[in-house]
C-alpha cells in the first residue's frame, strides 16, 4: 500500500452506525464551489449524523479553518482532512485544456485511504448542489456492486465503446455522483488496476478518471435514477432522446436530489444558461461567499447578447428544452 499522510489519522476516524459518510476532493481554487455544496448538503438534511472526508489539494489553512467553521460551527458535523500527494498521481493524463486538476484522480486510492471499518462512501464532485434528503441513497443496497452511479449520455455514442474497448451492448456511467462499495474497491486492489490501465492506455482516456472507472466496473455498477445526478446534457434537446425518454427525464429533473453542472460554463462563470443555475446561488447566499458575483468581461457579454438574439431570430437552436421545474 502506498503511505499518504493522515493515513493514521484516518484510521482514528469513529465509523458509527448511521453515519453517513461523504467524500470531496478539492485544490484551493476551488474552495467556494466545495463550501456551497456543503451547505446545501447540509440544509437539506440536517436530521442526518454527517463526516465529510475531504481530500485535499493544497488548500491553504486559512480556507481550511474557512471550511472547518461552516462543517462543525454551522451545522456541527464533522470533517477529516486528508493532505493528497501528488506525485503519487503524476503518471495520470490531464491536459492543457482541461477543466479539471489533478484532484479527480483522488478518489481512485479512496479503498487504501479511508478507515478499513468503512464499507462504503458517497463521493461527489464539487460542481455540485445538493437540493434534498440523501437518505434513500445512502440506504442503497450495494451487495455484488462495486459502485451505484447515473447513466451518462456517452451512453449512446458507440465510439465512447470502440475507445474504450467495451462491449457495445454495455451503458457507460458518469462519475460526479458514486455510492461506493469500498469492500469490493479493496478485494479488486483498484488503485493498482488503474495505474496499469493509465501505463498501457493513457492517451485513449479522453474523460479521464470516468473512463478509467468505467473500463474497471462497466459490468458491475448499479444504475441510479437520473435524479441522483441531474446533468446538463438531460436538458438539452438532443437526437437520441425519444418522446417517452423525454417525458421520463423531465419527471426526474423535477424530483432532482443532486444538480450537476457538467459543461465548461459553471453558475460562476459568466455567461451560464443552465436552468438550475439558480440553484448555486440559493446556497451561495448561505455561505461566506454570499456576496460573491461572476466576472463580466465585456468580450463575453457582447458575444452574450448576440448568441440571444441569434437564438430569438432563429438562427440558433435553444440550449436547453422547456421544462417545468
Known sequence: MICLLNVGKAEKVKVKSGDIHIVLASDDAYVQHLGVLLVSIFENNRNESIVVHLLSDNISAEKKEILSRIIENNYKQNVVFYEMNRNIFKDFPVRAKDHISIAAYYRLMLSDLLPQKMTKVLYLDCDMIVTGSLHPLWNTDLSGFALAA???????????????????????????????????????????????????????????????????????????????????????????????????????????????YTCAWKPWIYPCDNPLCFEYYKYLKLSPWKKFKPARSLNRVFKWQIHKIRVLLGLLGKGYREIEL
Open 150 to 260: 447515473v447513466k451518462d449520455n456517452l451512453s449512446y455514442m458507440p465510439e465512447t465503446f470502440e475507445r474504450l474497448s467495451l462491449p457495445s451492448a454495455d451503458c457507460y456511467f458518469n462519475t460526479g455522483l458514486l455510492l461506493i462499495n469500498l469492500d469490493y474497491w479493496r478485494k479488486e486492489n483498484i488503485f493498482e488496476q488503474a495505474v496499469e490501465i493509465t501505463k498501457n492506455k493513457a492517451d485513449i482516456l479522453l474523460w479521464h478518471d470516468q473512463d478509467l472507472l468505467n473500463i474497471l466496473f462497466h459490468a458491475h455498477w448499479m444504475s441510479l435514477p437520473y435524479r441522483w445526478n441531474v446533468m446538463n446534457t438531460l436538458m438539452r434537446p438532443l437526437p437520441f432522446y425519444t418522446p417517452d425518454m423525454i417525458k421520463s427525464i423531465d419527471m426526474e429533473i423535477k424530483k432532482r436530489v443532486v444538480v450537476h
